[in-house]
């Protein structure tokens, strides 16, 4: 693809703090190889000022932005515009300039979570997993992104293990479809929602760089189970590793930040990105 003629364009994400986010390396990566004559820039902005900033992105150039904390759920009342996945997630991370004035918003995790599982799982269980019990670790807003994902692939039962029982309830309460597909285990018998499942996402921050580790018992977990930790920082934790060496298909979290980039990037910049190793490294190389 040969560079953009006339405008330039620009995109960037906003967060307090932003200064550790990775999209710019990631979107970065994308301009330069296809050339594209565009900027992705890292814009701190302070919670009480993110409506004054969101209303001047049009006048200020921008095609959109992504969202990082804390201002994902705020933006839901400052935008013109949300589609559903954005609702029934409760939070924005994409917003794009429509028509040169509005802003629309959309929440691209779901997106990335299943387009990174559907990358990494082999193609002999590839077909079966979305058909056995998914155990989600966690209650917050990465959980409701992958039970949003998880409901829309077609998985029905799911159970949801939280060390607050409470938030799990109002997970389950407030998303919808999720209600007669779930059931809510305690998290002192986390190792026993294990059994039969044919697939384990870790939606929590345990077990990341700075955080207590996540303590938990696979002896139940089937071996042909697919493990997934949304943490990848760092890449490989220690969940990952104990299910590697049981034998469990592992995918790690890098993949689910990758692919929720790549529909903001289209949006803004007119071109569907590829994800692929050449990213994968560029983005490690930040870390």
């Not at 009480?48 to 921008?62: I, K, N, T």
């Not at 917003?95 to 691209?108: C, F, M, R, Y």
Request: contains cysteine; charged residues 20%.
């Amino acid at each position: 693809m040969s560079a953009n003629k006339g405008e330039r364009l620009r995109a960037g994400v906003m967060g307090w703090p932003v200064s550790h986010s990775l999209s710019p390396r990631l979107h970065g990566h994308w301009l330069a190889r296809y050339r594209i004559d565009g900027s992705y820039d890292a814009i701190a902005v302070e919670p009480h000022d993110l409506a004054d900033a969101l209303s001047r992105l049009a006048e200020r150039g921008f095609k959109g932005v992504n969202l990082t904390v804390p201002h994902k759920e705020a933006a839901l009342a400052l935008v013109d515009r949300i589609d559903e996945t954005a609702q029934r997630i409760g939070a924005i991370n994409t917003i794009v300039v429509e028509d040169g004035v509005s802003l629309a918003g959309t929440n691209t995790d779901a997106f990335g979570f299943i387009e990174n599982l559907r990358n990494h799982v082999p193609d002999q269980i590839a077909d079966g997993w979305s058909a056995r019990t998914a155990t989600v670790l966690g209650a917050g807003g990465a959980a409701r992104a992958v039970c949003t994902a998880l409901l829309d692939s077609g998985v029905r039962d799911i159970r949801l293990v939280n060390r607050t029982p409470e938030r799990a309830a109002e997970l389950v309460e407030h998303l919808p479809g999720l209600k007669q597909h779930a059931t809510i285990c305690a998290w002192d018998d986390r190792a026993g929602a294990l059994v039969g499942a044919g697939l384990l996402v870790n939606t929590t921050v345990l077990g990341m760089a700075g955080q207590k580790p996540l303590e938990l018992d696979l002896a139940d977990l089937p071996h042909d189970a697919i493990v997934n930790d949304i943490v990848y920082a760092p890449l490989e934790t220690k969940l990952l590793t104990q299910a590697r060496q049981r034998g469990n298909h592992v995918v790690d979290g890098l993949g689910m930040l990758l692919h929720q980039a790549r529909p903001g990037f289209r949006a803004w910049f007119g071109t569907d990105p590829v994800v692929d190793d050449g990213l994968r490294q560029a983005v490690l190389a930040g870390m």
